[in-house]
């Protein structure tokens, strides 16, 4: 088991280190793109709107991106803002290919006021850059403990 939780940390940690090349190195980013998975662009016009399904209404606002990047990515998809607010998404609403025009919903990281807080969201002429991938490592499965490990598995013998 000690073998186990030196690769799962050792791994946990290579990720870590891809994703921060890909925020830090525009190549190492591009190489993303090239393959689909983010997009870079300007923004061109962002609408406000609100989630009023709840008890009182959250921003969700309309975010359009002219991108000549072609993320593998259909509306209902979810992305994330790399260079922005910390885990910040956003779900893909429109697709206009031909256009190159993305709209986006924001969905989380503009603060938890009625308004976004200031800088939030990004404004048009801004530039932006989204990935399909998330931007933080995803914790793996818990280990079992060594006493509750099989002794096929350098457990303790019954």
Do not use: I
């Amino acid at each position: 088991m000690t073998a186990a939780r030196k690769l799962a940390q050792r791994e946990r940690e290579q990720v870590r280190v891809d994703l921060e090349e890909a925020l830090d190195d525009p190549l190492a980013m591009a190489e993303h793109r090239l393959a689909g998975q983010a997009f870079a662009g300007e923004v061109v016009e962002v609408l406000p709107a609100y989630d009023t399904s709840g008890r009182s209404p959250k921003p969700r606002p309309l975010v359009t991106v002219r991108t000549q990047d072609r993320p593998h990515l259909d509306p209902g998809g979810e992305v994330h803002r790399a260079g922005g607010p910390a885990a910040q998404r956003a779900e893909l609403v429109q697709l206009d290919a031909e256009a190159g025009l993305l709209t986006l919903r924001l969905l989380s990281g503009m603060g938890r006021k009625k308004e976004p807080e200031p800088g939030t969201v990004p404004e048009a002429g801004e530039q932006v850059c989204f990935t399909l991938f998330e931007l933080s490592a995803r914790q793996s499965a818990p280990l079992p403990e060594p006493e509750d490990t099989p002794w096929t598995h350098g457990g303790p013998p019954k």
